[in-house]
């Protein structure tokens, strides 16, 4: 009466021999949710308190000029943690929503070219001093999915390139028409990771010190939430690098998400 769940493979055993290999990931699976549904309510139930003590904390500080200037300091470090700490409940959060196969979110046709646009000026915008961001738009195709998550992962893999490259480097953006799908390509001259860090990467809270890098505050949670949003969409994360050359990270998308400019026209005229 109870709901199993099987996983079922097939894996290859011998020379013409194959194996059905049936295991019940029942307790597994629930497991799985107990967790992410704990995470969720916990990050839910921090969101507020922050929030609130961010209100306060924007009141003082500052604004008095009674203050010494040592307590002007702890008030800014104040400020930085707990927005630190609002930037990891919001990625939490993010992550459960992603996770959730439950949750589903609209799909529309997604201008690509116009959304990265707006992410390099945004990022262009907010940055005092930033690598050179070259954006190159190969192809004027758009992707089928959810406006959102896409762009949120496209975000984070332009601001990593942007956070650990230095300010003489180079960011390129590519988006280019594969035939067979299409493919984002975010490239770095930045410091590069070394090759036994690359699988785990997308793990959550998974970090690697970057030598020299003006920032050390991340959460270790962006590149799981790049990898969650693509894997929604069918696509893959890949991920190439070279210790002092830099690094490249590729979102690639299947044919079937991609809405090419005549199919545009066909939609139009239907
Ligand atoms: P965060 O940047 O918040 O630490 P991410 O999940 O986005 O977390 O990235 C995980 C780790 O991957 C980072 O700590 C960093 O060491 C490494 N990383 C990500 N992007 C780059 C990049 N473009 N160049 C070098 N290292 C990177």
Same mark, same amino acid.
């Given at each position: 009466?109870?709901?199993?769940?099987?996983?079922?493979?097939?894996?290859?055993?011998?020379?013409?021999?194959?194996?059905?290999?049936?295991?019940?990931?029942?307790?597994?699976?629930?497991?799985?949710?107990?967790?992410?549904?704990?995470?969720?309510? %916990?990050?839910?139930? +921090?969101?507020? &308190?922050?929030?609130?003590?961010?209100?306060?904390? =924007?009141?003082?500080?500052? $604004? *008095? #000029?009674?203050?010494?200037?040592?307590?002007?300091?702890?008030?800014?470090?104040?400020?930085?943690?707990?927005?630190?700490?609002?930037?990891?409940?919001?990625?939490?959060?993010?992550?459960?929503?992603?996770?959730?196969?439950?949750?589903?979110? %609209?799909?529309?046709? +997604?201008?690509? &070219?116009?959304?990265?646009?707006?992410?390099?000026? =945004?990022?262009?915008?907010? $940055? *005092? #001093?930033?690598?050179?961001?070259?954006?190159?738009?190969?192809?004027?195709?758009?992707?089928?999915?959810?406006?959102?998550?896409?762009?949120?992962?496209?975000?984070?893999?332009?601001?990593?390139?942007?956070?650990?490259?230095?300010?003489?480097?180079?960011?390129?953006?590519?988006?280019?028409?594969?035939?067979?799908?299409?493919?984002?390509?975010?490239?770095?001259?930045?410091?590069?990771?070394?090759?036994?860090?690359?699988?785990?990467?997308?793990?959550?809270?998974?970090?690697?010190?970057?030598?020299?890098?003006?920032?050390?505050?991340?959460?270790?949670?962006?590149?799981?939430?790049?990898?969650?949003?693509?894997?929604?969409?069918?696509?893959?994360?890949?991920?190439?690098?070279?210790?002092?050359?830099?690094?490249?990270?590729?979102?690639?998308?299947?044919?079937?998400?991609?809405?090419?400019?005549?199919?545009?026209?066909?939609?139009?005229?239907?």
């Amino acid at each position: 009466t109870e709901n199993i769940q099987l996983d079922i493979r097939i894996v290859p055993y011998g020379e013409d021999l194959r194996l059905l290999v049936a295991q019940d990931v029942t307790q597994l699976r629930f497991m799985e949710r107990v967790r992410s549904d704990f995470v969720a309510n %916990v990050s839910h139930e +921090l969101r507020t &308190p922050l929030t609130v003590l961010r209100g306060y904390l =924007e009141t003082l500080g500052p $604004a *008095d #000029e009674s203050l010494p200037e040592s307590n002007l300091k702890i008030f800014q470090r104040m400020r930085e943690q707990t927005a630190r700490m609002e930037s990891l409940v919001d990625g939490l959060l993010s992550l459960t929503r992603l996770e959730s196969p439950a949750h589903q979110v %609209v799909q529309k046709k +997604l201008d690509v &070219p116009a959304m990265l646009k707006s992410i390099c000026d =945004e990022i262009e915008l907010l $940055a *005092d #001093e930033h690598p050179t961001i070259e954006l190159i738009l190969e192809t004027d195709a758009h992707l089928q999915g959810a406006e959102q998550e896409l762009r949120s992962a496209f975000s984070n893999l332009i601001v990593n390139a942007v956070k650990y490259t230095p300010a003489t480097g180079r960011v390129t953006v590519r988006w280019r028409d594969e035939g067979e799908g299409a493919r984002l390509d975010v490239e770095d001259t930045g410091p590069g990771i070394a090759q036994h860090h690359l699988p785990r990467l997308t793990e959550r809270f998974y970090r690697v010190a970057v030598d020299g890098c003006k920032s050390n505050s991340g959460s270790g949670l962006g590149l799981a939430i790049v990898k969650h949003a693509l894997s929604r969409h069918g696509a893959e994360l890949k991920i190439a690098s070279t210790i002092g050359k830099g690094s490249c990270f590729s979102c690639c998308f299947p044919e079937e998400r991609v809405v090419r400019a005549d199919s545009r026209a066909e939609s139009r005229r239907a």
